[in-house]
């Protein structure tokens, strides 16, 4: 008889055959293979009677159910089956299923943080039973999704407009997602100048406020969410003030005051976590979420990297170990006085590895071979993290010469680098700017004073990858949820992608209102984290599962439900109307707001149209479509229907027949071009690229370049 090792994906099976070979059979329950039925009130598949947690279980779908079938005869056959699902809460849940619907009387459980020899064998040699808290906790949040899902939803339902769902995770998503779009339609940008001189010296010093004021250094985010220095000077808010101050600058004398110059320390970062993963994947490598995971996926079950789902960053004694003598061998000078470690987060989810490397000796041109393209990208970022994370700090010299012209005061910043340290490996530092040095009291020549009109940005929409971030910093979701979440939300079409940005749809919005009203608590980050802090409590036997649910079931949602129900007009749900949501745009006929009309064929994927019965010149509806060129609303400026193409000199760069001037719309905005005036001619293959386009002043082609007049 066999030994069975039972694994989730079926991507795994080779390399463990190799690494088990002969007296082992190796199965694969791709994923979840049961969830709750749909059965019972509401279709939930569980009860919740004095004060015990009942619970109905069927085969996910027709493929579950005949690797249900395929596993009992491979487990009876077997003589130990062993369950080697996913290190970690939602792999555990999957293994207490496997154990239950094979009937096993001693589950042996097996966990491995990297599908290498070394680490399964050892998994093998010390099995483990079930972790039932771990259990516990999965089985809550099966529990506590589908009812807030199947509960919820309903209400969204009766809004007639193509809502789907209301969940746990995604509505508290949503939510951010529509908070940032309200910022940005409220927002009131603000005109200032930036004021600043430039010295003979070689240097550019920024306006910094009188003796008696000095600004705070403004900072940036970089893409490991650390905040970096920016150069700009003490916002001044009129251009009569912006004068003056330059003003001061030609007519006064300048001199140094003071030189700052410190030597400072930037620590590594830490290896990658999901979030952080998704997160520099997204701003490096243009990857969404979910291609981050499925592409991490493929590369962990070639046993390269360490389990991918984690919001650790520690790493195992055995690679830092293994790093610090990859270091000694190939860069000694950055190898630190004593081994690197991180700080332990507080609230992390199991105590697992971050994702790293599992050997960092692999030949490049080899993994090129056997990898695709973004699987060797992904690959090397997680190298180069984990290494760097195991490296001396970078040493940064930073300059600061405070210099005064009359009573304004003006400041310049240089940075250089020193020692590169981690950032030899990843690279996270500005260029170097190097200050000359001078002394305090010395005078300085003024080659330039001048000011530069800027004005305030509304706060920036969401990427995927930036998303994810605030979910984990809000607590929101878990390191398997973050992907899923976010994937969600477009396929319900609350939200899309428009130029790598999430903006939410006008569906979106209107579902966030909705439930600003009728469940505003479900909304509240610090209300979803609570509810996840509660199923990290279960996961550590400090609560038990079925009293929570009972307890916030009854205590919480039947209330917020019921309240939901009663407090809403009728009038809301009543017909298939919908009430269009209104834009801050003013119509230009009557001055009222304008609505907002939902359209998958435009840009913004809404248009507005006044509502007043206003009519446009061409007697149609008022309009307004974005000018993503000019920034605004515009009416569409339509051509008259009979314009003719108009002749010109222009020969066609294929036929040399004299081109024709041709007027069309697009997006609501008058364009022209320059087609041949051979109609038969111009619609064949070889005249598909004989086209100008008029911009800026010019004649342009993407394949022949610009037209000389």
Same mark, same amino acid.
């Given at each position: 008889?066999?030994?069975?090792?039972?694994?989730?994906?079926?991507?795994?099976?080779?390399?463990?055959?190799?690494?088990?070979?002969?007296?082992?059979?190796? !199965?694969?329950?791709?994923?979840?293979?049961?969830?709750?039925?749909?059965?019972?009130?509401?279709?939930?598949?569980?009860?919740?009677?004095?004060?015990?947690?009942?619970?109905?279980?069927?085969?996910?779908?027709?493929?579950?159910?005949?690797?249900?079938?395929?596993?009992?005869?491979?487990?009876? $056959?077997?003589?130990?089956?062993?369950?080697?699902?996913?290190?970690?809460?939602?792999?555990?849940?999957?293994?207490?299923?496997?154990?239950? +619907?094979?009937?096993?009387?001693?589950?042996?459980?097996?966990?491995?943080?990297?599908?290498?020899?070394?680490?399964?064998?050892?998994?093998?040699?010390?099995?483990?039973?079930?972790?039932?808290?771990?259990?516990?906790?999965?089985?809550? $949040?099966?529990?506590?999704?589908?009812?807030?899902?199947?509960?919820?939803?309903?209400?969204?339902?009766?809004?007639?407009?193509?809502?789907?769902?209301?969940?746990?995770?995604?509505?508290?998503?949503?939510?951010?997602?529509?908070?940032?779009?309200?910022?940005?339609?409220?927002?009131?940008?603000?005109?200032?100048?930036?004021?600043?001189?430039?010295?003979?010296?070689?240097?550019?010093?920024?306006?910094?406020?009188?003796?008696?004021?000095?600004?705070?250094?403004?900072?940036?985010?970089?893409?490991?969410?650390?905040?970096?220095?920016?150069?700009?000077?003490?916002?001044?808010?009129?251009?009569?003030?912006?004068?003056?101050?330059?003003?001061?600058?030609?007519?006064?004398?300048?001199?140094?005051?003071?030189?700052?110059?410190?030597?400072?320390?930037?620590?590594?970062?830490?290896?990658?976590?999901?979030?952080?993963?998704?997160?520099?994947?997204?701003?490096?490598?243009?990857?969404?979420?979910?291609?981050?995971?499925?592409?991490?996926?493929?590369?962990?079950?070639?046993?390269?990297?360490?389990?991918? $789902?984690?919001?650790?960053?520690?790493?195992?004694?055995?690679?830092?170990?293994?790093?610090?003598?990859?270091?000694?061998?190939?860069?000694?000078?950055?190898?630190?006085?004593?081994?690197?470690?991180?700080? $332990?987060?507080?609230?992390?989810?199991?105590?697992?590895?971050?994702?790293?490397?599992?050997?960092?000796?692999?030949?490049?041109?080899?993994?090129?071979?056997?990898?695709?393209?973004?699987?060797?990208?992904?690959?090397?970022?997680?190298?180069?993290?984990?290494?760097?994370?195991?490296?001396?700090?970078?040493?940064?010299?930073?300059?600061?010469?405070?210099?005064?012209?009359?009573?304004?005061?003006?400041?310049?910043?240089?940075?250089?680098?020193?020692?590169?340290?981690?950032?030899?490996?990843?690279?996270?530092?500005?260029?170097?700017?190097?200050?000359?040095? +001078?002394?305090?009291?010395?005078?300085?020549?003024?080659?330039?004073?001048?000011?530069?009109?800027?004005?305030?940005?509304?706060?920036?929409?969401?990427?995927?990858?930036?998303?994810?971030?605030?979910?984990?910093?809000?607590?929101?979701?878990?390191?398997?949820?973050?992907?899923?979440? +976010?994937?969600?939300?477009?396929?319900?079409?609350?939200?899309?992608?428009?130029?790598?940005?999430?903006?939410?749809?006008?569906?979106?919005?209107?579902?966030?209102?909705?439930?600003?009203?009728?469940?505003?608590?479900?909304?509240?980050?610090?209300?979803?984290?609570?509810?996840?802090?509660?199923?990290?409590?279960?996961?550590?036997?400090?609560?038990?599962?079925?009293?929570?649910?009972?307890?916030?079931?009854?205590?919480?949602?039947?209330?917020?439900?019921?309240?939901?129900?009663?407090?809403?007009?009728?009038?809301?749900?009543?017909?298939?109307?919908?009430?269009?949501?209104?834009?801050?745009?003013?119509?230009?006929?009557?001055?009222?707001?304008?609505? !907002?009309?939902?359209?998958k064929k435009v840009q913004k994927k809404y248009f507005l149209k006044c509502q007043e019965g206003c009519k446009a010149k061409n007697g149609l509806d008022l309009v307004m479509?974005?000018?993503?060129?000019?920034?605004?609303?515009?009416?569409?400026?339509?051509?008259?229907?009979?314009?003719?193409?108009?002749?010109?000199?222009?020969?066609?760069?294929?036929?040399?027949?004299?081109?024709?001037?041709?007027?069309?719309?697009?997006?609501?905005?008058?364009?022209?071009?320059?087609?041949?005036?051979?109609?038969?001619?111009?619609?064949?293959?070889?005249?598909?690229?004989?086209?100008?386009?008029?911009?800026?002043?010019?004649?342009?082609?993407?394949?022949?370049? +610009?037209?000389?007049?």
């Open positions: 008889m066999t030994n069975l090792l039972i694994v989730e994906s079926p991507g795994k099976i080779k390399k463990l055959k190799a690494i088990l070979g002969s007296g082992w059979e190796v !199965k694969a329950s791709v994923g979840h293979i049961r969830q709750l039925s749909n059965e019972g009130t509401d279709s939930l598949g569980f009860t919740m009677d004095n004060g015990a947690i009942r619970c109905k279980y069927s085969p996910r779908d027709s493929r579950a159910k005949e690797t249900i079938a395929n596993l009992k005869v491979a487990a009876s $056959r077997a003589r130990q089956v062993f369950l080697a699902c996913d290190p970690d809460r939602e792999g555990e849940t999957i293994a207490w299923h496997l154990a239950d +619907v094979l009937k096993l009387k001693n589950p042996q459980r097996v966990v491995y943080q990297e599908i290498t020899e070394s680490a399964v064998r050892r998994a093998i040699a010390s099995p483990r039973p079930l972790d039932r808290n771990l259990v516990a906790a999965g089985r809550c $949040r099966d529990c506590l999704d589908k009812l807030v899902g199947y509960k919820g939803s309903p209400l969204v339902w009766r809004l007639n407009n193509g809502a789907k769902s209301v969940g746990r995770v995604q509505s508290a998503t949503l939510h951010i997602v529509c908070q940032r779009d309200r910022e940005i339609q409220s927002f009131v940008p603000q005109d200032y100048w930036s004021v600043f001189v430039e010295y003979t010296e070689g240097f550019k010093a920024f306006y910094s406020g009188s003796q008696d004021h000095s600004d705070p250094e403004e900072e940036a985010i970089d893409d490991t969410g650390r905040k970096e220095q920016t150069q700009e000077s003490t916002r001044v808010l009129s251009q009569a003030e912006a004068d003056r101050l330059v003003a001061i600058a030609q007519s006064n004398p300048h001199r140094v005051l003071t030189v700052q110059g410190k030597l400072t320390s930037k620590k590594p970062p830490a290896p990658f976590t999901t979030s952080t993963l998704q997160q520099v994947a997204g701003s490096r490598l243009k990857f969404s979420p979910e291609h981050t995971m499925q592409v991490a996926q493929k590369i962990y079950e070639a046993g390269l990297i360490t389990y991918m $789902r984690t919001d650790s960053v520690q790493l195992s004694p055995e690679f830092c170990q293994a790093a610090r003598q990859w270091l000694q061998a190939k860069d000694p000078a950055n190898v630190p006085d004593k081994v690197a470690t991180q700080k $332990r987060k507080k609230d992390a989810q199991e105590a697992h590895e971050a994702i790293r490397p599992t050997d960092l000796s692999l030949s490049s041109a080899d993994l090129k071979e056997r990898l695709s393209e973004d699987e060797f990208k992904l690959y090397f970022l997680i190298w180069m993290r984990a290494i760097a994370s195991q490296c001396k700090p970078a040493k940064i010299r930073k300059t600061i010469i405070l210099s005064q012209s009359g009573e304004v005061q003006w400041k310049a910043r240089g940075q250089v680098v020193e020692f590169e340290g981690y950032a030899k490996y990843w690279k996270d530092l500005s260029g170097d700017h190097d200050l000359p040095q +001078v002394q305090p009291g010395r005078s300085l020549t003024l080659d330039n004073a001048a000011h530069e009109a800027k004005q305030t940005k509304p706060p920036a929409r969401y990427t995927e990858p930036k998303l994810v971030q605030v979910m984990e910093r809000k607590g929101i979701g878990r390191p398997s949820t973050y992907a899923p979440t +976010v994937k969600t939300l477009k396929q319900r079409d609350y939200v899309t992608l428009v130029r790598g940005k999430l903006e939410p749809t006008a569906l979106g919005l209107q579902v966030d209102e909705f439930l600003e009203k009728a469940l505003p608590e479900l909304l509240e980050a610090e209300f979803t984290a609570g509810m996840e802090a509660k199923l990290d409590a279960i996961a550590h036997g400090k609560e038990e599962w079925e009293r929570y649910l009972i307890g916030w079931n009854q205590g919480y949602f039947q209330p917020a439900l019921a309240k939901a129900m009663q407090g809403l007009p009728a009038q809301s749900y009543s017909g298939p109307e919908r009430t269009l949501e209104k834009s801050r745009t003013k119509c230009p006929s009557c001055g009222k707001a304008m609505s !907002k009309v939902p359209s479509f974005w000018s993503d060129s000019e920034k605004k609303w515009q009416i569409p400026q339509s051509s008259p229907a009979s314009e003719a193409d108009t002749l010109t000199d222009y020969p066609c760069p294929v036929c040399q027949k004299p081109m024709a001037e041709h007027h069309y719309q697009k997006a609501g905005q008058a364009k022209k071009m320059l087609r041949c005036s051979d109609t038969e001619a111009r619609n064949g293959r070889k005249h598909k690229d004989a086209v100008y386009f008029f911009s800026k002043g010019q004649w342009w082609s993407p394949k022949f370049g +610009v037209l000389e007049p």
